[in-house]
């Protein structure tokens, strides 16, 4: 069956996501659309001249401003936004972020009302939150990019100290997209299937998870911008695997209604994606630790989710 993906904003992590996305064959069409006049296109033929090269089978089209392009779009992609600067914290870009997502989506909507979302705007949680509230659509089909990126982040930095093959490695983050909101799962997380509290001391994976929150704002430190790779790739696989309805456990921002303890509110957690968006939370067990931060993260997201209520988003 034919598949159809659309991103929307195609700047550093939306163009990304849309290579990826048609490396991988992950759908025989691939919409690209931005408010810049002519990007989407000149993006869409560069990448379309790479086909035969790749052995790419997917067809891109770029579009300026015009939605009707992403008709019937089975998933849509929700990158558009301001990214953050040296210095600057994701929830620094609300009162901007807020009103673009919030046309994103509802002009995504008319054209293409059963489709599923996967949010990547910062503040990731709220505005996961907002497209939420405002789309009207069922939970399972709005989502947020998260833990997705947090989680390989986490895998790095594991490998790094241990000196392994991230490959090898599972690990898990929940709770907020934030620098202070990230909930590692160190308890969880092993390697080769042996817990890395066997390998690392408690000083090594306390300075893994510190590297795991910041990872953003390190990279943003280094590049003077957001990171692209990474966390268009993994917007990229998150779309590949609800519409191969693939099933994979990946944790993402998700609205609950009483998992984790939780309700009114879009955080991390992990959960089943599969055709028709994600389909079941997963909910681990956690320590008493971890419990503690998870609580403290979803407290520190609501207050961020405040700001909706007091810009009158919502």
Same mark, same amino acid.
């Given at each position: 069956?034919?598949?159809?993906?659309?991103?929307? +904003?195609?700047?550093?992590?939306?163009?990304?996501?849309?290579? !990826?996305? &048609?490396?991988?064959?992950?759908?025989?069409?691939?919409?690209?659309?931005?408010?810049?006049?002519?990007?989407?296109?000149?993006? &869409?033929?560069?990448?379309?001249? /790479?086909?035969?090269?790749?052995?790419?089978?997917?067809?891109?089209?770029?579009? /300026?401003?015009?939605?009707?392009?992403?008709?019937?779009?089975?998933?849509?992609?929700?990158?558009?936004?301001?990214?953050?600067?040296?210095?600057?914290?994701?929830?620094?870009?609300?009162?901007?972020?807020?009103?673009?997502?919030?046309?994103?989506?509802?002009?995504?909507?008319?054209?293409?009302?059963?489709?599923?979302?996967?949010?990547?705007?910062?503040?990731?949680?709220?505005?996961?939150?907002?497209?939420?509230?405002?789309?009207?659509?069922?939970?399972?089909?709005?989502? +947020?990019? +998260?833990?997705?990126?947090?989680?390989?982040?986490?895998?790095?930095?594991?490998?790094?100290?241990?000196?392994?093959?991230?490959?090898?490695?599972?690990?898990?983050?929940?709770?907020?997209?934030?620098?202070?909101?990230?909930?590692?799962?160190?308890?969880?997380? /092993?390697?080769?299937?042996?817990?890395?509290?066997?390998?690392?001391?408690? @000083?090594?994976?306390?300075? !893994?998870?510190?590297?795991?929150?910041?990872?953003?704002?390190?990279?943003?430190?280094?590049?003077?911008?957001?990171?692209?790779?990474?966390?268009?790739?993994?917007?990229?696989?998150?779309?590949?695997?609800?519409?191969?309805?693939?099933?994979?456990?990946?944790?993402?921002?998700?609205?609950? @209604?009483?998992?984790?303890?939780?309700?009114?509110? &879009?955080?991390?957690?992990?959960?089943?994606?599969?055709?028709?968006?994600?389909?079941?939370? !997963?909910?681990?067990?956690?320590?008493?630790?971890?419990?503690?931060?998870?609580?403290?993260?979803?407290?520190?997201?609501?207050?961020?989710?405040?700001?909706?209520?007091?810009?009158?988003?919502?």
């Amino acid at each position: 069956m034919s598949k159809k993906i659309s991103v929307i +904003g195609v700047g550093n992590v939306g163009a990304t996501c849309v290579n !990826v996305l &048609a490396a991988r064959n992950v759908a025989s069409e691939v919409v690209l659309l931005d408010i810049k006049e002519g990007i989407s296109e000149g993006k &869409a033929m560069d990448m379309m001249q /790479t086909v035969t090269l790749l052995g790419i089978h997917t067809r891109l089209k770029g579009a /300026t401003k015009d939605y009707a392009a992403t008709a019937d779009s089975d998933v849509v992609i929700v990158t558009s936004g301001i990214p953050r600067k040296p210095g600057m914290t994701r929830e620094e870009l609300i009162n901007v972020n807020a009103g673009i997502v919030q046309s994103v989506v509802e002009n995504t909507l008319k054209y293409a009302p059963e489709t599923i979302l996967i949010i990547v705007s910062n503040p990731l949680d709220t505005m996961c939150y907002l497209a939420t509230k405002i789309s009207g659509l069922p939970r399972n089909k709005v989502l +947020g990019l +998260g833990g997705a990126l947090d989680s390989v982040r986490f895998k790095y930095y594991l490998s790094e100290a241990m000196h392994a093959n991230p490959n090898d490695i599972e690990a898990t983050v929940i709770g907020g997209h934030g620098d202070t909101t990230m909930v590692p799962l160190v308890s969880l997380a /092993t390697c080769k299937g042996v817990p890395v509290t066997n390998i690392l001391s408690q @000083e090594k994976l306390e300075e !893994v998870a510190a590297a795991t929150k910041v990872g953003g704002a390190t990279l943003t430190g280094l590049l003077g911008t957001s990171a692209w790779y990474a966390p268009g790739a993994a917007a990229a696989l998150m779309a590949e695997a609800i519409v191969k309805d693939q099933k994979p456990i990946i944790p993402c921002s998700v609205w609950l @209604e009483g998992e984790y303890g939780q309700r009114d509110l &879009a955080i991390g957690v992990p959960v089943v994606l599969g055709q028709g968006g994600w389909e079941k939370v !997963v909910e681990f067990l956690l320590t008493d630790a971890e419990k503690e931060a998870f609580i403290a993260s979803a407290d520190a997201t609501r207050k961020v989710n405040q700001l909706l209520i007091d810009i009158g988003m919502i």
